[in-house]
């Protein structure tokens, strides 16, 4: 099946038009840090035009529009409410979604994907993020299929692994003696990775245990530009299988759920950082990049044009293959910082999602129309020689 992308967005449209649309880029920043106050107070590089444009203010000013741009005020829930049941929904029906959380260092990407659990046990955390939500979401919805459903005897199985990319090598984050694991194809099976530990899933406490273990297991490095850096991707996945009865015949489904965190997508300084840093460095951009490049022709298969998508170029796409692409749903979270000390880094990460999306910018009534349509215009020529550079 062809992926769809949405068509151009209308601004008066709810965040519900999201469910209909397999590529989903959502933008998110988050609030200025005491930091960067510190260093250059309130100045803003960004400012936010709706829900789904944002300006970047340096020279020349550039407008981009996403399916959603949430500001520093958008709570977790409501970040979730606008990305995370489509995904959900789509992986109980049987296919396959990702979510990923793109950005520099520090913009915040944990904090949408993971987020401030806090003492679950206790009393659910508000600001607790996207993956306890998303499966707070499918526990409730599995609960409810298996209730209603209960005269076809509709059953739910959940699998979790949570792995971890560094340096273009595999390790088990909920084993972490387990590292660089083999990515295998198997005619029944599928992508998967040998030697992965998988855990049945029976509840969202369970899920968070794997999710702080994992957490805890994760690698981070120092390096110059970064007192603590995080340079590995995480990959959360839950393998959701339904069986029910039906005419004396058993039938199944299979829906993968994968949540990424990926590895800051600064660039990297040639000063200090040499051999067994620039190697992490050069690799880490290889699954970026080559997400970057996968994403956009999928984008361009929907369009109806002809592409070899290079999955197998990086650890991440080939092991995320069956994931991207066809049936499945795809969203990029892209975390920004707002603080005018992130400007660069900012715009790189407005680039790569415009990138991600394609999409033309939305035509505004009124006297701005023509100005809005030509920059359009001048746009797409842009993100055209970018994507002829990058080829
Ligand atoms: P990353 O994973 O991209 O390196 P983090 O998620 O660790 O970044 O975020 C860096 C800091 O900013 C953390 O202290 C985090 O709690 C805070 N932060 C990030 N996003 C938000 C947000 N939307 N609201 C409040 N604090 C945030
Ligand atoms: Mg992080």
Not at 73 to 82: A, D, G
């Amino acid at each position: 099946a062809a992926w769809r992308i949405s068509p151009r967005l209308e601004l008066e449209e709810d965040p519900a038009f999201l469910q209909d649309h397999n590529v989903q880029v959502l933008l998110r920043a988050r609030p200025i840090s005491g930091i960067e106050i510190a260093q250059l107070g309130h100045a803003r590089c960004i400012r936010q035009e709706n829900a789904y444009a944002i300006s970047w203010l340096g020279q020349p000013e550039t407008r981009f529009s996403f399916d959603y741009v949430a500001s520093e005020f958008v709570t977790q829930e409501e970040l979730f409410r606008v990305a995370g049941p489509p995904m959900v929904e789509n992986c109980m029906a049987g296919n396959n979604s990702c979510v990923f959380a793109y950005g520099q260092t520090g913009s915040g990407k944990t904090h949408t994907m993971l987020g401030d659990v806090g003492d679950f046990d206790r009393q659910p955390n508000e600001n607790r993020g996207m993956t306890p939500r998303v499966f707070e979401y499918l526990f409730k919805k599995i609960h409810e299929e298996e209730v209603a459903q209960r005269h076809t005897n509709m059953k739910f199985k959940c699998r979790c692994s949570f792995l971890e990319i560094y340096n273009e090598q595999i390790s088990d984050l909920l084993e972490p003696s387990s590292s660089n694991l083999p990515i295998r194809e198997d005619s029944t099976k599928g992508i998967y990775v040998d030697g992965l530990v998988e855990v049945e899933a029976q509840n969202v406490r369970n899920i968070l245990h794997l999710l702080l273990l994992g957490a805890a297991n994760r690698k981070v490095a120092a390096t110059d530009m970064n007192r603590e850096s995080s340079r590995s991707h995480s990959v959360f996945t839950c393998v959701i299988e339904s069986q029910w009865e039906c005419d004396a015949t058993i039938n199944s489904r299979i829906g993968r759920l994968n949540l990424v965190d990926l590895a800051g997508s600064e660039r990297q300084k040639s000063s200090g950082v040499d051999g067994e840093r620039f190697r992490e460095a050069a690799s880490i951009n290889k699954s970026l990049s080559t997400l970057g490049l996968v994403i956009m022709d999928l984008v361009d298969i929907a369009n109806g044009k002809q592409r070899h998508v290079p999955y197998r170029d990086s650890k991440l796409t080939f092991l995320l293959q069956d994931s991207l692409g066809g049936n499945s749903k795809t969203t990029i979270i892209a975390n920004i910082s707002p603080s005018s000390c992130a400007s660069s880094e900012t715009l790189s990460t407005l680039k790569f999602a415009q990138r991600a999306k394609f999409i033309q910018n939305n035509a505004v009534v009124g006297e701005d129309a023509s100005r809005e349509a030509k920059g359009s215009k001048e746009h797409i020529q842009q993100l055209k020689d970018e994507l002829a550079r990058l080829r």
